[in-house]
T-cell receptor, first 112, second 113 residues
């Protein structure tokens, strides 16, 4: 079955640096979403990119999508300690407009 | 406005007991989802409700699991005869419709002794 897989599993950076996380998936999608999860909390939606889009920005977030490589990247610029969280990509398979498949996430630690 | 609310936030119970988990979605959201998250893992889809349509139960792991959504709003996830492998965080999400961003509650952490 289709699954988004994030890479790396864990990432540790200094405050002010940029953080890049990658996601790969297996089958055609309608859209791809990125979520953030703080420890012990639910997921927070960050950004949705549709299959016909290549890049999307939201504040310090930049998401790219390459459907030919079945991959996406999430870039967080000028990171802050408050960005420390797990980040998940979720894919919405073509023909299944509601069922999101989540990867296992990237644990990002931003050191002050 | 109010987000997705789940209760209880924590539940500890003995193996073999039944448990009920509750989800109050965002008002007006027609779609409601249940997921399960085991330690250090991603989310596993369980069940999806959309308006008055029949729910998609394809993710429920066994017939011990069931869910209802009353009046198109509140949902309860019931696990009968709980087993230790049912221990996980159960997350509920709602959205304005399919193909829309999902808004999550903080989950119920279920521990089966």
């Amino acid at each position: 079955s289709q699954q988004g897989e994030e890479d790396p599993q864990a990432l540790s950076i200094q405050e002010g640096e940029n953080a890049t996380m990658n996601c790969s998936y297996k089958t055609s999608i309608n859209n791809l979403q990125w979520y953030r999860q703080n420890s012990g909390r639910g997921l927070v939606h960050l950004i949705l990119i549709r299959s016909n889009e290549r890049e999307k920005h939201s504040g310090r977030l930049r998401v790219t999508l390459d459907t030919s490589k079945k991959s996406s990247s999430l870039l967080i610029t000028a990171s802050r300690a408050a960005d420390t969280a797990s980040y998940f990509c979720a894919t919405d398979a073509r023909g299944s407009n509601y069922k999101l498949t989540f990867g296992k996430g990237t644990l990002l630690t931003v050191n002050p | 406005g109010a987000g997705v609310s789940q209760s209880p936030s924590n539940k500890v119970t003995e193996k073999g007991k039944d448990v009920e988990l509750r989800c109050d979605p965002i008002s007006g959201h027609t779609a409601l989802y249940w997921y399960r998250q085991s330690l250090g893992q991603g989310l596993e889809f369980l069940i999806y409700f959309q308006g008055n349509s029949a729910p998609d139960k394809s993710g429920l792991p066994s017939d011990r699991f069931s869910a209802e959504r009353t009046g198109g709003s509140v949902s309860t996830l019931t696990i009968q005869r709980t087993q230790q492998e049912d221990s996980a965080v159960y997350l509920c999400a709602s959205s304005e419709g399919f193909n829309q961003p999902q808004h999550f509650g903080d989950g119920t952490r279920l521990s089966i002794l």
